[in-house]
């Protein structure tokens, strides 16, 4: 304990100085400029000073929160070279097994992709020496690219998914941590032999967990159905069971692919299970899957009643845009959830996404919105009708109410149509602050980390990267080497902050993310 | 003269080493090991040897070629750091001018994204000191993406397009410049004040292009229309002459989006302009613009009408996925174009687009096609309409023999339907082959040097790059600094070289691009 207490905690009492950018609500994201935020030994917020004076600080701010000068470690961003601070990127849904296969996936979509690339190599994750040659990989580079939280799936092998939680401990890296559990469907070389080993081998795993780290300060377990087809009712029934009796977090997939949807309906039809209703919704609800602390992963073809569902149990969706292209499954309606209340996040799901980085999935995001605009999103029609029926359903969240007012005249003229698909398409579009959202804050939300992590505000957790774009460019034509290493976004100088935002988010990468905390404690840093 | 033809040659001749990898064609890589590549002072390739012992050069391969020993640079790729040589990319369309705004276009499309970020940046680019800043950053920026030949739209201003051009000449990067035609429409202060002005300044312009490189080796001017509708009919009946007399290249932008094909077909009826048809095709082809050197960018909403013209004219189309995707101007049907025997290749289209990178393009269209493959197709009823109708225009060239043979019944059953739905889907998919070959050998028929750059064979031209994925990943845990700087593509050690090819397009960026050449001459290096 007292070792770990070492590695999780700052020894030392910080002052972070300088730009500070963060989400405020969905659609603003604060810039502080010229701002102190003092983080304690234990990594809490414990003051943010706006227009303040760095050299009174130790007459006047150092007093005040009781810290000895000495004791206190500064952080500047540098103005020369375009920094500023960040929340860490949440990715609420990957797999750390496969990260070997990013970017190989051929011409799959999830079925055959499951069998041909993803099922041997999970099961070759079981090698300890392979597992933390990979894991240690995953971590390091999640890391780099800013993420200080993240919800992996490990395997159905209990030493490594353990291994799995030890080593993100270790690089301090916030994780839930999940044992796959899997008692049907996959290949017999990687499948639970029965639905009680499988739930025995899971509750092995959570008593680990918590044992190397009790308060769940780093990481913690989850209850990891891989998704419907992959479990047995007797098994789902046991992990509605299990998270209800330890409180625990619920990960599980939902809704990718149209393949996966009708195999659902045909191996749990509603009467068989005793659901409510036809819906994949409904067989995960049946067996007590979704709670307030449930992560669903993609949530591609949801209908409005299934939605309602997933609204009423407070359970929460990670959208994985790169995957859900990658793999053909689907353009995944963001705003559409968001305007029904459903918090959402971000996730890479490597390896059907690609990439490891959070901030190329809010870029992902944000084209995906455009190609829901642009009249990609998969029910499309059944959710206009649904909308004509259910008006009083309708959320107040975001909308700009001018699509739902004027729905009065059957014979309404084709100009007036048009013109309301026109609104509806660029009500989809998610701007550069909401996908910036969907990464940090919207992510916090799954995670079970609401108004800890996620921004900048007193009681909050400094989990916090600092990012930095890079000297100004100027007609250096050949000798300016150094702004190679700083990376692909070039700013000119005569930027506003929300265009170098802007910048950052669509030209980033890992280059641009200068240093890593989470809790306070540094985690990453590039030389 | 002496002085260019020494920057833009290789003083000696050159040797390369190792494993080398290509399209050969549209499907398929060519993958060669041990193999040597023999590049005179002319920057062309003269012999390609396989299974080649290099410790033979001196005594069997030199002395063939007539080369003394102590004249030839020996370079060769590194297997330990999973290194390949790779044909350069081909940008076939981008806009210099518009790089300092990459990343910044809010929720705007098309119309409103020109009048509120490009216009303004443009004409500011007549500044000479700015031009040269914003161009010479953007020439080493896609050089260090391994861009060796970009299709460039400069400004209206003479003087900094001359600049454009003297400033590729001088890096060594193969380029098209374009002095942008543009009579109406666009505002006052960004506008040729007549037909005639601009007309007389592209031939300026073209003049000192031709003057600074003669042979048109590395530069060449390309005639430019912005696109129809800041053109007057005269300025593009001129224009259509102008590239008759010259035998010029044209590139310009077709039905990018529906808005701006709505105001072409009002801006130019075809009663008014004598065209034979009503369409955005009809436009240019009545003023002569389509030839067999016009890279038409985008294409995104084509009919078959057009693209039957555009065919019979031997004209050629740039895609853009990311500016498609960013604007959200539609989904371009890559592969139905391909089948009807249209070469394409990819455009970064910066700053519709917001990367400089055309692997990220590669990466781009993988993803762009699959939204296809989900229906997102801007005119896919429209089309499958006229597939119905004229099964004879069909094209042979990719199709899987599947689907037109039989579309007899008029009451084909549901399933059926679905089942050729699912073929057309998954047709739609362009493979990690496929995009790579648009990428370089597909670029290389639009900007003119089909069967001089793309590909390593005897008679090309040595247009390059040396591609590092860094070394295998081994458990350095925290050690492995070095593996950084190297990017984000991870190798384990067991990857196919299909594999590794698949991870280096989906997770490659300008840290793999170790080395570029553009006709023999090294016109990058990564420290
Ligand atoms: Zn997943
Ligand atoms: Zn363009």
Redesign the interface.
Known sequence: MGSQEQTTLAARNQLFYGTFIYPKTLTDLEYLHNTAVAVDQNGTIVAIERDFDLSQAASTLFPRLGWAPDSVSIHSSLASHNQFFFPGFIDTHLHAPQ??N??????STLLDWLETYTFPLEASLSDP?KA???Y??VI??TL?HGTTCAAYYATKDVTTTNLLADLCLRAGQRALVGRVCMDQLSPKYYRDASAADSVAATRESITYIESIDPTGTIVRPVITPRFAPSCSAPLMAELGKLAAETGLPVQTHISENEGEIALVKEMFPAKKIGAKGDTYTHVYDTFGLLTDKTILAHGVHLSEEEVQIIKARGSKVSHCPCSN??L?S??ARVRWLLERGIEVGLGTDMSGG????VLEMARQA??VS??V????A?AKKENKGEKENKGEKESEAETEGKTNEDGNSEKESKANQANKDGID??RA?L??EEVLYLATKGGAELVGMKGKVGGFEVGMEWDAQLIGLGRD??????ED?EK??EG???V?G??SWP?KV??????G??RNTRKVWVKGRLVHE??
Request: charged share 30%; aromatic share 12%; glycine share 8%.
């Open positions: 990260y070997p990013v970017g190989i996936f051929g011409k020496a933390r040659t990979v240690n990989r390091r580079k780099s292209s990658a053909t689907g353009a690609y990439s490891p980085s944000a084209l455009r190609h605009a642009m009249g990609c998969p398409r660029e579009k701007t550069v460019v100027v007609d250096g034509e050949y080497e190679e290493e692909n976004v070039d000119f005569w930027e265009n802007a910048k950052w988010l669509f030209n990468d890992d590039r030389k």
